[in-house]
């Protein structure tokens, strides 16, 4: 087989044609996965996907937030302190939730029918961009054979394991990418390497010209993959990602995040219409989305969360070059309700 190109997403020399539709996940894409799934474990110790109204509860164990405090503020004083089990317990959440849930919504599941494979079937290859960390859409891409880690991720991704023996479990590449502008709990750089010394000299270690970017799903199965065995350069899973505190700036500046959010602003950029499904535009990730928001100007973006209604009026205010619209309504009602405001037709990039 031919080697797949580093970036085969990357618009840089790509037809100036547009494409009709781009998709923006937050928090509350994942929101309906464990209903639709049928809750697939005891109530005592349910898996979902948790919203930022869930974590003060689920990391702090607190009821309520201090009033002088968001949830950003509060992961950001634990870590200064050194106290890291609330993130840890933030990605352990999610791990679960990926582990337990993506399983149950496969096609060849008792709950297939489902509206997460129902929307991707819709849109079969418009982009995803995800502020989430989970691994949702990319486990439910795998199940039927459009996504691959190698090269869905927007960015060259090194496999371990053995090959692939039955190829006609995979796609031979990505119909389509996932990007993670905030990282993704299944991919780490690996930033240097061990040269070997002279004789009778220590080995050297050395830095890369450029990272490399190394799969290891952890608990997770992403059948028929593997991850690399751990080595010099390994990452722990809270390494991995931009944590959620309210200045995300330097996360911004690595080598993944740089190099997903060029290809998602050039998607953006070429997107007759952006639909973004369960994201609040946060004031605390400004950062995040602002350059997104700045390659949207002239474009149609719509709004899918039940919050809708209130956060047009101060996103018109605030990015007035961009036409907002949206629907005040969960992921799972805008599916079932045939994607108001949107169609379905789209190009391929």
Known sequence: MAEKPAYPFCLADASTEMTSIVFLLGAG??????????????ASHPARY???????????????????KSIEELFQESIATGDLDPIETLYDLLMEADYYITPVLRPDSDHSDNTYLRFLRDFPSAPLLTFNYDSLPELLL?????????????????????????????????????????GTLCVYPVISYIQ????????????????????????????PFEGVPAGHGYKHIPDRVIAPVPDKAEGLKSKFIKAVYSQAKAMVTRATQIVVIGYSFNPHDHTSYAPLLAAATGRRVFLVTPEAHCLLERLAEDYPRIHWEGASLSFRDWVRNGYPGVTTRENVI
Request: proline content about 12%.
């Open 142 to 182: 795998l199940s039927v054979r459009s996504w691959r880690p190698d090269d869905g991720y927007g960015v060259a991704v090194q496999l371990g394991g053995t090959p692939i023996q039955d190829t006609s479990l995979v796609p031979e590449r990505s119909v389509r990418p996932v990007l993670h502008l905030h």
């Open 50 to 68: 948790p919203l930022v109204s869930d974590l003060g509860k689920m990391c702090f164990g607190l009821d309520t937030l201090p009033a002088d």
């Open 196 to 223: 070997p010394g002279p004789r009778l000299g220590p080995d050297m270690l050395r830095l890369k010209d450029a990272p490399d970017f190394v799969f290891d799903p952890d608990a997770l199965a992403f059948v």
């Open 29 to 42: 894409f994942g929101v309906d996965a464990a209903s639709e799934a049928g809750n697939p474990i005891a």
